[in-house]
Every structure is written in C-alpha cells, then in structure tokens.
C-alpha cells in the first residue's frame, strides 16, 4: 500500500501544465485565505476572550469602507480566476485542422476505439507524443465519460451525439483512462490505459497487428449493403443529395436555412432525415435508426468523408416521386 | 409545582401527533430527521468501508451503487434540507418574530406527515430492493436502463418536495405578516433573515425538481419519451431541469446554517453582529444568485462554451456574498467578550471549513480546471466540506445554543466541547485526503479503484470512523439530558433575543400578548458609547 | 457522565435594559379571552391579519405552481425549438373545436367564480352563493369532461406515447414528444382541475351552511385565486399546443 503513493498526477500532455498553473493559483488564494482566518479568528478570539461573567463586548455597527474592501479585493481576485479558467478552456475545447482522428464509442461497459486506417482497440488507445490527436466520441447506450487525468483532458460521452476530445501527449507512458460519469453497476471497471509512444514507434505499432477494415472502408461496404446508393448516386436517377465533397461543407435546407455539413448533421441524416431536408429534395428518406449502430454511423461518416470533390449536380428528379423498392445495383 | 410549558400542556400520542404548536412540530422533526441523518450515516459506513481496499471485495458492485445512492438520496432530501428549516426554523422563527406561531399551524403538520409519507416511499424503495442511479437520477440510466426501484425513490422525492414547499410558504407569510409591533425589517435576527432567503429558494426551486422526477417516473412507468434520445429525447435536458433546483438546494442547505452561525457569533462575543445589513443583503443576494449558477454542473456535456462562460462567470460572483458574511462574522470577534462554549466552537469550526469548501467552490467553477476535477472525488470533497463541515456544524451549535430553549434541560458540556472536536478533526481526516485523490484522478462512484489511491482511503475511512463516533457521543448526552439534565433558567447564556426573554421551556402561546419592540433584539449595552466606524 | 458546571459554561442572565417595552406583559400570565369574530384563528392578533395572511399565503402559493407548470414549459420550448415542423405537424392531430370550446368553458367559468367571491363579499343570500359557486363546478365538469372525449379519441387513434404510438406522418419522432408533452401538460393541468372542484365542494358546503358574509369570505376569495390561476395555465396550454402550425406548410 505505501509502496506506490503519489500526491499529485503525472503531466504528459501540453495542456496539463496550463490546468496546473491555474490549480497551483488557487491553492495558493485557498491556502491563504483560510490560513488568514482561521489566524485572525483565533488570535482575536483568544486576546479578546471573556474575563468575567457580566462582560460584554463593545457595540460597534460596522464600516462601510471595510465591506467594500472585503467585497471589491475578492471580485477582483474571483474575476482573475474566471478570466484564466475560462482561457484555459477555450483554448481547449476547439481541436486544431489536422489532428489525427479516433472513433470512440462507449458502451456499458467498454471503450471501443477505432484509428483512421482500421486499427481497433478495447479499452486501450495507442497514441502518438507531439502530434494532436482528435476523439470523436459517441455513446451505444447510456451517459458515460472519457477521462484521461495525465492529460487533465475529460468529455462526457452522450447517447444521440458525438461529442469531441483533443489533447496533445508529450511524454511517452501508460496513463489510466476513466469513465467519469455513472453509468451502472460496473462503472467502476470500464478503464482501461492511453498508451503515447514516441511517432516512429507508434507507426510500427500501427503498422503491425492485426487490423480490420479502415472505418471508411467499413463504411463504404455499409453504404452498399444498406442500399444507400439506390438514391445517392451521380446519375439521374438520383432522389438524394450528392455525397461526394459534401463533408465541411454549406448545405442548404428547405425554407432557406444553412447548415454545416458536419460528423453531427451527417448522423442526423442517417438517423432522423426528416429533421432537415436539403432545398429542392423531397423528404422521402427513410430513418435507419435501429438498424445501424453508432459504431456503424462513424463508419458512415468517415466514407463520406473519403469521398472526393464535388461532381456537377445531376438534372432534378421528378419530386414527391415514390421510393421503389430497392433492387440490386 | 411544574409550571406549564408546550412540553407538558397535553400529553398523549393524540396531542402530538395532532399537535398546532410550531415548537412540537419542531421536536416531530428532530426525531425524524435524526432517524434518517442515521440511516444515510449507516450507507455512508459500508461505502467507506468498501473504499478501504482497492477491490471491490467487501460489496458487489451493484450493492455499493444502491449504497451510495441511497446515502446521498436521504442525505439530502430527508436530513440536509429539512435539518435546520425544520427544526431549528419551526421552533425560533414564530419567537424571533414576536408571534405566537407560524401564520399557518395546519399546514406545518401537514408538512411535517408529507415528510414522512416521503420518506416512507424512499424506504420501500431501499428496503425492496434499492436504486442505483446515483441521487441524481441521470437519464437515460435512470428512465431506461437502472435496475432497482427508481419510480419508488422518484416518487418518495417528490412528495417530499411539497413538505420543503409548504415551509418555505409558512416562513415567508410568517415574516412579512406577523411581525410584532416595532420589529422592523431590520431589527429582524440574522436567523429569520436567513430563513427567509432560504425561504424565497424553497418556494421557487423546489416545484422544478418536482415536475422533473415526476417526468423521470413517467418516462419509466408509461414510456413517455421526454428524456430517451432512442425518441429524439435529449438526456442533457434532465441535467438542466435537475441542477436547476439542486444547485439552489444547496444554499437551502447552507443558508440557515449561516444564520445559525450569525447569531452564536452574536451570542458568544456578547456584540451585535458587524455590518448587519450587509449580511442581511448578502443571504438574498446568494438566494437569487443561486438559481443562476446551474450550468456549472454541465460545463463538460458539450453546453455551448459562450453558455458556460455566463454560468462561470456568475458562479464565481455568487461567493462574493458568502466571503462577505465570513469576514464580518470574525469581524465582529474583535473587541468583543469571547466565550468558547461549545456552540462557539460549531462556529469556529464551520467559519474555518466553509472557507476551505467555498474556495475549493471556485476551483470547480473555473471551467478549464473543471474539465480535470469533475467527477471526481475533488467534488466530493468540496460539496462535503460545505454540507458536513459547514451545514451540520451549523446544525449542532444551533441545537446546542438553544437546546436548554427547547427542552429547558442543560447538557453536559465537557462532553460537548470533546465531541465538538472529535467532529472536527474526525471531518478533516476524511474528507481533506478525498481533494488529493480527486486531483489525482479517482473518479467518484467508483465501487473499485487502482491501488495507487488506497493511502488516502485507508485515511478518509479512519476519519470517517471517528467522525462517526463524534456525531454518537451528542446523540447519547441530548437524550440523557431531555430526562435528566439540569434544569435551565430562561437565558441560561446571557445572551440577547425575543427567544431569552421567555421561559424554558416556553409557554405554549410564547407570548401572552405581542411584545413591543424598541430596538433591534441584538443589541448589548456596554459601559462605553456605540460606536459606528466610518 | 461529567456535571455540567452550571456556573462555569453556563453563565446564566446578565444585567441589560429591557428588550421590549411590555417586558411584563410577555410573561405568561393568565390568559383572557377578549371577545372576536368566531373565525378568528388564536395565533392571529386580528381578523385584518388573519385576512391578509391567507391571502399573501394563497399568492405564494400560486407562484409555486407557476414554477411547476414552469418546467414543462421549458421542455416543450426546447423541444419545439428542436423540431418547429414536427410539433406543427403533430398539433393538427389536435381538435381545435374542442379546445376552444374549453377555453370558453374556463373564461365563463371564472366569471361565475368572480360572482361567487363577490356575492359571498356583499354578504348576498347563501342560495345565491350556492348557486355560483355550482355554476363554476359545473363548467369546470364539463371542461373535464370535453378532455375525456379528447383522450379517449387519441387513445383510440393511436397517439397515447409508448408502445401503441402509430405516427404515419413526417416527424415521428417529434411527435412522440409532443405527444408526451401534451399528456403530461394537460394532464396535470387536469389533475389540478379536479383538486379545484374538491376546494369548491368545499367551499360550497360552507357556503350552504351560511359562514360566508361581508366580515368573513377568505375562503371563496382564496379558492377563486387558485381557481383563476388553473384557467389562466390553460390560456397559455391552448396555443402553445392547439394553434402551432398556422405559418407551415407541407
């Protein structure tokens, strides 16, 4: 028990020195602060302490200039703490253009991660050091949490949207990865370990082991086997919009709305398509909720992110035109 | 001859249990409250003792969830919000005010049986099996996948509300209505001004927690989608409509207890408090404040940062007030004439613990160091440091203050300042390890946890044991005294209030006619001139 | 068990001025029974603050339950915001005729519940009493049971939310929660309908009895307020759930 005792986490990620800079603030003011009252109060309750019964104390109303000091001194100092906690996590939450992308999706009670080239993990994530590293993360079931501590980075993991972590590693080792959000009776033992290893050897590890199919490919398999492209194809029969160059790009709706063709619009589609309907379609998608799962959607997504640039757009399909049945292509 | 006081003016179990009087409403209470304070203490032994090896070797998981739920569950709703309000509340508002009860009798038992029909439902709900979603109901879990009796607890929680609701209405109507004559607003004791904040949070926040519980037994009984995101639902939403309650029921919870402390404070240096209408202000200024603040609690769920911001900013304005009633509370130790009795002590202690939690407040408000430490048992430790050492250290030195009032018996007091401190320090060893563990990374809810974190469980449980025995030593002399402590005189204390001027135990009326005020009820004369600084 | 030193931690009164300015007249003393209207409550020094209390009492009240309401409210704004042409569409489903037909019934039956509390406060016979106050309970029946015909009709359409929901229009999804919204707003907006005609049997009862006059008529004044109140939740339910869709097309 006393062999492995610490006090304070590693910091292995770029942001954890920002999050401790701020906490070693706030233990210095929280410190202070007690330290001072609990000494004042004392010293004075001990100098000032009741010599004979009938003693009372002296009658003194209070002193406008000392509450506005006692007000003003701790806004001053709470606004400096609001102020660099809320930089703190701006700085945090958006992810830089070009990290690399993970899949994650929790379920009670496992993580399951996905890379970009196919290579798949259960409660384990090998990362690189030095390089962003962006988790796009779902959940199968109930409210679950990705905590990394080392990283000082957590997300809560939401059933019917993705949420999305980043952090960069700096220091090669095994960190502990927690869910932080009650989720069930084995709560506790869904964890597992972040793996940073240096960039070459993390590539070897990618490189070797046994993998599956990339997402995108998985999902371009999906795209065939659930028939999508009875409707989204490039040629005239087409009743669906082009997905080719679609991802990140404006979308325009049915009554003038825009919207950004991103990882959450994309799920929507394919879960809820009568949410938003594309200007100058008919809404005549059917919802394939139940019958793909999240991990399944993530695959999706990443192949129509795979897909090239924009084609020109096919001429207008007869609108209100009845969906036949779907037949091989 | 024994002269009559509402102790012993009718007795019977008729004459209670059917009672009118506010004072015997009060001692209601006490007995049921202290019946489930020791109920969630029993949850609160088995998960620490659980937590004293890194396995999950002494519970399986499913047992340790149900307990942690259902310490937090009676924790808060059965014995935290009721404690004071309930007790101490009922007892003195009707006498601080100068009135012979509360403006509506009836509807204090009325509160007092919705009480227990909710806390009957809660115990059903343990005893036939036990929730496991946590205190705090988080959908989809709770509606969809927990096992256990959810609708039961959701239920129990709901009724339970409307006793909390019932009070607040009392108090208010109370205060605004039945002042005696000359008793200004602000002459009014720090303790009714306090209420009466805690007052204005009751009425308004409690319906929402309401109507969300209910939606949560809906969802789950009828399969109303309102949560569920199978059906388009949004889980998050259950966090906004929960926390909007629950974070003001926090300063329900603290609240009084600062009124507690204003007036030992007042009491124990023989002084009117420095800067009353500052801390008068301060109370409504954390009650409104308060129903702001919600969103830090979902500052990691993916909120809008912009929104989060607001909620940041604010959560850190809402000390400000806190911080302003802690430094006029030791303000007014100087040049006072000090006492240490063991109401004093309470109030030392909870000064010094509320300042460590509040602070650490703010590290949970400040939103990048939150992404680190939510969930984490750096909360836990924060909201215990404010509940425990700051709210039921108020409550023990309020029922030590105006015990002999209440029962008009002495208690030992050599036992009482030992206990104080036990308390104390039995607090600290718990809970002070918990921030280090939290910042390190365990997770709170955790039936198990890495090996690296057992030091500083192994120390919490052993504060935990001795807080526990801390909390029994004033349990056994309280009741010792009720049949045979000295008798008290009407202001055993030589302290100043509407309260001291009555006898103890009082008459069932408090007043014969309604006293006239000249003067705030806190005022000392002292040998050498008022003096107003500044 | 250790003595308490009654001296020593106990230190007993000190000399000070008077608190109140009838020291002696707090002190028990015996108790005279000076003569009051037979309504008064013992713990209230008059009739004006026994009045006024109840008063301010039903008020706060009032402002709780508007919290309660307030919660769905949230809920149904947000979900809305989710899905305008989803709520649109489900609303259609709703029968517009019965709906107003029910928001006459309320108006005209807080109308008869104003005339209840002002015949009760002219001190008019008990019969005219009487009879107000029943007209109120009886629109306030009809209201409920116009809301029978109403859930019969969505149970047999197969839109009570659960396992039997059937959508065939566009937004199933939105519907279920709009459908769920609807039962629970309603519901509870009926719940408390049907605690009103329990007040008012109440207070019709008392009426009958002849306890209401221009010195004492608390009671229908309180009950008109809840009264009002419940009316007044439901002027905000009509819209909000019968009237959405006017601006969509489909």
């Known amino acids: 028990m006393f062999t492995n005792f610490p006090f304070f986490p590693e910091q292995a990620s770029a942001q954890a020195a920002q999050v401790d800079g701020l906490y070693f603030f706030m233990v210095a003011v929280t410190a202070f602060f007690s330290l001072l009252i609990a000494t004042v109060l004392v010293i004075t309750a001990i100098y000032h302490r009741r010599r004979h019964e009938d003693e009372v104390g002296v009658q003194i109303h209070g002193s406008l200039a000392l509450e506005l000091l006692w007000t003003v001194i701790p806004f001053f100092i709470t606004m400096v703490m609001f102020t660099w906690g809320a930089k703190v996590f701006f700085d945090q939450y958006r992810p830089p253009a070009g990290a690399m992308e993970i899949t994650i999706v929790g379920k009670q009670w496992m993580w399951k991660a996905q890379h970009f080239d196919g290579m798949r993990e259960i409660n384990e994530l090998h990362v690189p050091v030095g390089r962003p590293v962006k988790l796009m993360m779902g959940s199968e079931d109930v409210l679950h949490s990705f905590y990394i501590p080392a990283f000082r980075v957590k997300a809560d993991v939401i059933p019917g949207r993705y949420n999305v972590l980043w952090f960069t590693a700096t220091k090669p080792g095994k960190y502990h990865l927690f869910c932080a959000e009650y989720c069930g009776t084995k709560h506790s033992g869904m964890i597992g370990w972040i793996y940073a290893m240096d960039p070459t050897e993390f590539q070897t590890w990618l490189n070797g082991g046994p993998r599956s199919d990339s997402p995108a490919a998985a999902g371009e398999k999906l795209f065939n086997d659930l028939v999508c492209v009875s409707c989204h194809r490039d040629d005239a029969q087409a009743r669906g919009p082009q997905l080719k160059g679609l991802f990140g790009h404006t979308v325009r709706l049915q009554g003038g709305a825009t919207v950004t063709a991103d990882e959450s619009y994309i799920r929507e589609s394919i879960v809820n398509p009568q949410a938003k309907i594309v200007d100058g379609f008919a809404p005549i998608m059917p919802t394939f909720q139940g019958m793909v799962t999240e991990e399944q959607v993530l695959q999706l997504i990443a192949y129509i992110r795979s897909l090239g640039a924009l084609a020109p757009p096919p001429p207008a399909s007869p609108a209100g035109a009845a969906p036949q049945v779907p037949g091989k292509d | ?534 | 068990m250790p003595d308490a030193h009654h001296g020593e931690h106990f230190p007993g009164p000190i000399h000070q001025p008077p608190l109140v300015a009838n020291l002696e007249a707090i002190q028990p003393h015996e108790f005279v029974h000076l003569p009051h209207h037979p309504k008064l409550q013992h713990h209230f020094d008059d009739m004006a603050q026994q009045i006024d209390a109840s008063t301010l009492g039903m008020w706060v009240f009032l402002v709780t339950e508007i919290m309660f309401f307030g919660g769905l409210f949230a809920a149904y704004l947000v979900y809305r915001h989710a899905s305008p042409e989803g709520f649109a569409e489900a609303s259609h489903h709703l029968n517009v005729t019965w709906g107003a037909v029910n928001t006459i019934v309320l108006i005209v039956s807080s109308l008869t519940m104003a005339l209840a509390v002002r015949s009760a406060q002219i001190s008019a016979p008990p019969k005219t009493q009487v009879a107000w106050i029943a007209a109120t309970m009886v629109l306030g029946a009809a209201f409920l049971g116009v809301k029978a015909i109403e859930y019969t009709d969505k149970f047999t359409h197969h839109l009570v939310p659960g396992p039997n929901f059937h959508w065939t229009g566009k937004h199933p999804q939105a519907a279920e929660i709009f459908y769920s919204l609807y039962f629970c707003m309603t519901g509870l907006h009926a719940t408390h309908m049907v605690i009103g005609l329990g007040i008012m049997t109440v207070i019709g009862i008392m009426a009958w009895r002849r306890q209401f006059d221009a010195d004492y008529y608390t009671p229908v004044e309180i009950a008109g307020l809840y009264w009002h109140f419940v009316d007044i939740v439901w002027i905000f339910l009509f819209p909000l759930l019968y009237l959405i869709g006017g601006h969509f097309t489909e």
């Open chain 2, 1 to 534: 001859m024994e002269t009559v006081n509402y102790l012993n003016n009718g007795h019977g179990l008729k004459s209670w249990l059917l009672t009118k009087d506010h004072k015997r409403i009060a001692l209601l209470y006490l007995v049921s409250i202290t019946l489930f304070f020791v109920i969630g203490g029993f949850f609160a032994m088995l998960v620490r003792l659980e937590l004293l090896t890194p396995a999950g070797d002494l519970l399986t998981a499913e047992t340790y969830n149900k307990m942690f739920t259902m310490h937090g569950v009676v924790m808060v709703f059965f014995f935290l919000i009721p404690s004071i309000p309930a007790v101490l509340g009922n007892f003195l508002i009707p006498i601080m005010v100068g009135a012979k009860d509360l403006a509506f009798p009836r509807i204090n038992l009325l509160s007092w049986y919705i009480y227990v029909v909710g806390g009957i439902f809660t115990l059903v709900a343990a005893l036939s099996g036990g929730v496991d979603t946590g205190w705090t109901f988080y959908t989809p879990y709770s509606t969809a996948a927990a096992n256990g009796h959810v609708i039961t607890a959701a239920l129990g929680v709901f009724i339970t509300g409307f006793s909390s609701i019932l009070t607040g209405l009392n108090f208010i109507v109370t205060v605004h209505r039945m002042r005696a004559p000359g008793l200004t607003w602000f002459r009014l004791p720090l303790f009714v001004w306090s209420h009466y904040a805690t007052s204005l949070i009751m009425i308004l926040g409690t319906p929402v927690i309401a109507i969300t519980v209910l939606l949560v037994a809906a969802e789950r009984g009828l399969h109303l989608g309102i949560f569920d995101p199978a059906l388009g639902g949004d889980p998050v939403l259950f966090q906004h409509l929960f926390w909007f309650y629950s974070h003001p029921a926090v300063y329900i919870m603290i609240l009084p207890a600062m009124g507690v402390i204003s007036e030992i404070v007042q009491a124990f240096t023989r002084k009117n408090i420095f800067g009353y209408s500052f801390v008068a202000f301060s109370s409504l200024a954390i009650a409104i404040i308060g129903f702001l603040v919600w969103g830090h609690h979902i500052f990691v769920a993916g909120q809008s940062v912009y929104a989060g911001m607001v909620f940041s900013f604010l959560s850190f304005v809402v000390a400000i007030p806190s911080a302003i009633k802690v430094f006029n509370w030791t303000a007014t130790i100087y040049k006072g004439s000090v006492s240490f009795d063991s109401p004093m002590l309470y109030a030392f202690g909870f000064i010094g613990l509320f300042t460590i939690g509040g602070l650490t407040g703010l590290f949970l408000a400040a939103m990048g160091l939150d992404i680190h430490v939510h969930d984490t048992y750096f909360v836990v430790a924060h909201f215990h440091y404010i509940m425990v050492g700051g709210a039921i250290m108020g409550y023990l030195g309020g029922l030590h203050y105006w015990w002999p009032k209440i029962t008009g018996r002495l208690y030992p007091e050599g036992w009482a300042k030992f206990s104080a401190l036990m308390i104390f320090s039995g607090f600290n060893l718990t809970f002070f390890p918990q921030f280090i563990a939290g910042y390190l990374g365990m997770p709170r809810r955790y039936h198990a946890y890495p090996p690296e974190f057992q030091v500083l469980n192994v120390a919490s449980t052993l504060g935990a044991s001795i807080l526990a025995v801390g909390y029994v030593i004033p349990l056994v002399y309280f009741a010792y005294s009720m049949v045979a402590g000295e008798k008290s005189v009407n202001d055993p204390w030589g302290a100043r209030g509407l309260e001291w001027e009555i006898p103890s135990p009082p008459p069932t009326e408090n007043f014969t006619v309604s006293p006239v005020v000249t003067e705030g009820t806190h005022q000392y004369v002292h040998p050498s001139q008022e003096v107003g600084l500044a």
